[in-house]
């Protein structure tokens, strides 16, 4: 079965601390796994992708299929990041996602 | 705005009644996808299109629900007989092999409110 759990609903930090949001998945296969961002009154946005290996707004995450992870992460939260994540798998050659349910990340001044 | 649009941003109606929602893809996108998302939880896959093909369907989607996409352009999804539990948001993503491949970009989403 596909999943992918985020296991925090909601996440709080002060501004320039590290943040990390954590996403687990389960597929049997290869998936493509994507990190989705849903800024206030926002459509949901691609932030970014693991076949991209790319920093955008500098978070960055890496895929660990032996622990089936793609923790989202960044070294110095900004007030801006205040958003909701969700994480997502699909296979390949990107048909349905699969979303977590989401973690609401608040950044703190 | 070349994204992908959605009508109406808001829907309320009495449960029985029923209920069309269009989306328009991004211009030449083939790839189009439904997904319902409810308080709390990330959005879920209900079909999607490739062209005017409707290629996959969720569990999800019961026989009241029906999707079209008839020229490959915009597309509508139809829930009949409305019930309460099919308050939520619609949302519409569409994509092509293009330049990021297969991405799916969302639309605004339609809220829907089952009185």
């Known amino acids: 079965a596909q999943r992918v759990t985020q296991p925090e609903k909601l996440l709080s930090v002060f501004k320039g601390a590290p943040v990390e949001l954590k996403c687990n998945y389960s597929y049997s296969g290869s998936p493509e796994l994507f990190w989705y961002v849903q800024y206030s009154r926002q459509r949901l946005q691609l932030l970014l992708r693991?076949?991209s290996r790319e920093s955008i707004k500098g978070f960055t995450a890496d895929l660990n299929k032996g622990e089936t992870s793609f923790h989202l992460k960044k070294p110095f939260a900004q007030e801006e990041d205040s958003a909701m994540y969700y994480c997502a798998l699909s296979g390949q050659g990107a048909q349905k996602l699969v979303f977590g349910q989401g973690t609401r990340l608040t950044i703190n001044p | 705005d070349t994204g992908v649009s959605q009508n109406p941003r808001h829907k309320i109606t009495k449960r029985g009644q029923n209920v069309t929602f269009r989306c328009d893809p991004i211009?030449?996108?083939?790839?189009l996808y439904w997904y319902r998302q409810t308080l709390g939880q990330g959005p879920e896959f209900l079909t999607y299109?490739?062209?005017?093909?409707?290629?996959?369907k969720s569990r999800l989607l019961s026989d009241r629900f029906s999707a079209e996409r008839p020229k490959g352009s915009f597309s509508t999804l139809e829930i009949q007989r409305t019930e309460q539990g099919d308050s939520a948001m619609y949302l519409c993503?569409?994509?092509?092999?293009?330049?990021?491949?297969?991405?799916?970009?969302f639309g605004p989403g339609t809220r829907l409110t089952v009185t």
């Open positions: 693991h076949i």
């Open positions: 993503a569409s994509s092509s092999p293009g330049a990021l491949y297969w991405v799916q970009y």
């Open positions: 299109f490739q062209n005017e093909a409707q290629l996959e």
């Open positions: 211009s030449e996108h083939n790839r």
